[in-house]
C-alpha cells in the first residue's frame, strides 16, 4: 500500500513540474480566402446539405490563378466544374475571377430541416427514397433552389418538387 501511495505522489509531482504539451506556442490557423462574398452571402446558407456549403465556399475561394488552363490575357468568362461524390457546381468567373453564374447538382444530399417538415407535415407515413437538389445564380442573387424528392408508401409513390426559396 506504501508503494502505491509513493507511486502516485511521485508521478503527481511529475505532472506538476514536467507538463504535457507546449503552451507557449501558438499554432497558425490558415482559413480560405474567399473573393467572392458578395455570391456566398446570398448562396450559402445553414439550412443547406453541408455537402453544397462545402462546395459553395470553394466556390468562393477560388482564384483564377489556381485554374489548370487559365490564362491572365485570357478576357472573356472562364468555367471551372467544382466536383463532390454526389454531385458538383459548375461555375463561370468573369476575367476578374467574381462568379458570374453557377448551376448546382447534387443527387441524395441530406434534406434541410424546413424542406423535411413541409413533407412530413403534408406526407407523415410516406418515406422519402431519393432526392436530388439543383439551384441557380446569376445577376447577382440566388435564381433557383429546387429539391426534387421522390416517396414510396406501401406500393405508391410520389415525385415531389418543392422550391426553397418559397420556404
Known sequence: MKKLVLTLVVSGIFQIVFPQ????????????????????SKVYLTESPNVVRTLQLKAASFT??????????ETGEFVVVHKASNGD??????????I?????????VSL??????????????????????????SDGDMQTS???VKLV???????????????
Open 21 to 40: 504539451g507546449d503552451y507557449d506556442k501558438t499554432s497558425e490557423v490558415k482559413l480560405p480566402v474567399v473573393s467572392n462574398l458578395t455570391y456566398l
Open 64 to 73: 483564377l490563378p489556381e485554374a489548370k488552363g487559365y490564362r491572365k490575357s
Open 89 to 98: 457546381i459548375t461555375v463561370s468567373y468573369d476575367k476578374n475571377g467574381e
Open 100 to 108: 458570374m453564374t453557377t448551376w448546382e447538382r447534387f443527387e441524395n
Open 112 to 137: 434541410p430541416k424546413p424542406v423535411r417538415e413541409l413533407i412530413a407535415k403534408k406526407y407523415g407515413d410516406w418515406k422519402i427514397v431519393e432526392n436530388k437538389y439543383s439551384g441557380s445564380f
Open 146 to 148: 429546387m429539391y426534387k
Open 153 to 167: 408508401n406501401g406500393n405508391r409513390s410520389k415525385n415531389l418538387r418543392i422550391n426553397a426559396l418559397d420556404i
